[in-house]
């Protein structure tokens, strides 16, 4: 009986006048929607526009959820009821297809519907007026604007920057073969570890950190930890910064003040540039700060290259005499540092058109890293000898070197700026998770508590820079105690993660790809531990033998201290 009616109402001209199901709904409702589940994502895009809206929002006129007819006033009965059932208005039909939508089983269809009404937000009737959760979800999809290529020079971007400085003195450390070796392994291990936070978030897209990372191998101790450990890792990142301002104003004005205070210049400096809560167009930034570093580093380079006063002074492999295992140990955590840039790499997947080309971004990125890694520390090293400085343009001569390092400030400068604006907006955020408004107000409380967390954050920083004045120690620290982790370690405990089906067996020992891709995880996690361990070793042992031009809070002059 009520199949027939269906098709009996569905072909009248008028659709007002509908008997309801059995159920007490609409049949043609009810019809519509089977047929719904079964139509294809793109004929349902313009119904799911439609009833997504609020029926109050709509004109007189608008298109039912098939789209193919017109209501009236969103209080006019579109079903007439049986004696004793009562009339349903517009609006109450738009909740009952709402209701029945949800509960088929067309899960793929809705959620394309959802992607496509997003980019399509601009088709919206007029008068609509998208609600909260389909203004969010447009403004999801705003965002997502880079192209793999542009994907790939941010990343660039953000890995060469002050870690480049101290390869050649690393060669110096180890010799051309120990040394090329472990900036290519490194790299490649890099490239791996970067491959699986892709993996990460194909399988997990609303994991945005490295924090949400570790929730999901830890739980809520995982996130809690995962947020100290990047916050200590930009703030000593911010304290590296403030070094290198130092070394870069003692070499502009030949040591014209106490490099305390070129610090605490640097840190004020670098607090005013970064109090504005947010900034545009980021990766523009980025990518004048990575032009500004290697342009300072290729004209330091042919500098040497001319003057080629270490000419001979080198070693395929360093004698013991010449080296020892902690300043090994500190060489090694160096290179780790300069392949730093997995923390950004969830970010930047988010603001890709197309999240699954993320591999040639990263092959680009690891393909021009590691050519320009070891050309610019075996050209350096391979001319300023043994005798080579960290950071690697102390090594050129003098004109040259204030040249080089008034190119270099945008990197100085900016790169900390961004370190401690990520920093501050993740405590800012957590501070007023309970009350999110606060952080778009001009308040005494909004700006008072951002300025206060900014200003706590230098001041730590500026006391690290002080604590660890000597360059190269500095970064070997940053390396080993977070650069191993974030570069190699934490990557590996994702994959892991990912892969666990409850027991070993059913998790690794499948076939002999999934049990050599988990012997080649743990083994970097070894390898990330040991490096910790024995950097963190060679550092505490550099920085205890500093002699009295290197002590804490000292103002000698640190633009000559290696």
């Not at 290529?149 to 050649?168: N, R």
Request: net charge positive; glycine share 8%.
């Amino acid at each position: 009986m009520w199949p027939n009616q269906q098709n009996t109402l569905r072909d009248r001209a008028d659709p007002k006048m509908v008997p309801p199901s059995p159920d007490g709904s609409s049949g043609v409702w009810s019809g519509r929607n089977e047929r719904l589940a079964r139509r294809p994502s793109s004929n349902y895009t313009l119904s799911s526009q439609v009833v997504a809206s609020e029926p109050s929002t709509r004109t007189p006129s608008q298109l039912d959820s098939v789209g193919q007819r017109e209501f009236t006033q969103h209080n006019t009965p579109v079903s007439t009821a049986p004696s004793g059932s009562t009339k349903k208005t517009a609006g109450e039909s738009i909740n009952s297809v709402r209701a029945s939508a949800s509960s088929t089983d067309s899960t793929d269809i809705e959620q394309n519907a959802a992607h496509r009404e997003a980019a399509s937000a601009s088709s919206v009737p007029d008068g609509a007026t998208l609600k909260e959760g389909e203004k969010q979800s447009v403004d999801g999809e705003a965002h997502k604007k880079m192209h793999w290529f542009q994907a790939g020079a941010v990343m660039i971007a953000e890995t060469v920057s002050l870690g480049i400085l101290s390869l050649p003195h690393a060669l110096a450390t180890v010799g051309y073969v120990a040394g090329i070796i472990l900036i290519i392994v490194i790299g490649l291990l890099a490239t791996y570890t970067g491959y699986v936070v892709y993996q990460l978030k194909l399988k997990h897209p609303d994991v945005k950190s490295f924090a949400h990372g570790l929730e999901l191998c830890f739980g809520k101790a995982g996130l809690w930890v995962g947020k100290v450990l990047q916050t200590l890792l930009l703030i000593f990142i911010m304290g590296a910064h403030i070094n290198i301002f130092s070394i870069m104003m003692n070499t502009l004005t030949n040591h014209g003040l106490c490099t305390v205070v070129f610090m605490a210049v640097g840190a004020v400096l670098s607090f005013i540039v970064s109090m504005p809560r947010s900034w545009k167009a980021n990766s523009t930034v980025s990518i004048a700060s990575c032009v500004s570093i290697a342009t300072a580093t290729m004209i330091a380079m042919v500098a040497i290259g001319i003057e080629k006063k270490g000419l001979g002074n080198t070693f395929a492999v360093i004698p013991a005499e010449l080296t020892s295992f902690s300043r090994g140990a500190m060489a090694v955590s160096n290179i780790v540092l300069a392949y730093n840039s997995q923390i950004a790499f969830p970010s930047i997947i988010d603001e890709m058109k197309e999240p699954r080309d993320f591999p040639k971004a990263l092959a680009m990125l690891q393909c021009a890293t590691i050519t320009f890694y070891v050309i610019v520390a075996v050209v350096i090293y391979h001319f300023a000898g043994q005798a080579v400085a960290a950071p690697a343009i102390g090594s050129a001569p003098l004109l040259v070197r204030k040249i080089a390092y008034g190119i270099a400030t945008p990197t100085i400068i900016v790169a900390g700026v961004i370190a401690a604006l990520v920093a501050a907006k993740q405590i800012y955020g957590d501070a007023w998770h309970k009350h999110p408004k606060v952080q778009t107000e001009r308040s005494w409380r909004a700006l008072g508590s951002w300025f206060g967390i900014l200003a706590t954050l230098w001041v730590v920083a500026f006391a690290i820079a002080e604590a660890i004045p000597v360059f190269s120690q500095l970064l070997a620290v940053i390396g080993a105690l977070f650069g191993t982790w974030f570069a190699l370690g934490f990557c590996s405990m994702f994959w892991l993660q990912m892969n666990w089906k409850g027991s070993v067996k059913e998790s690794y020992r499948v076939h002999w790809k999934k049990a050599s891709l988990a012997c080649l995880n743990v083994a970097i996690i070894l390898i990330s531990a040991a490096i910790c361990v024995m950097g963190m070793y060679g550092s505490i042992k550099a920085i205890a033998e500093n002699g009295s031009t290197r002590r804490p809070f000292s103002c000698a002059n640190n633009a000559g201290v290696e």
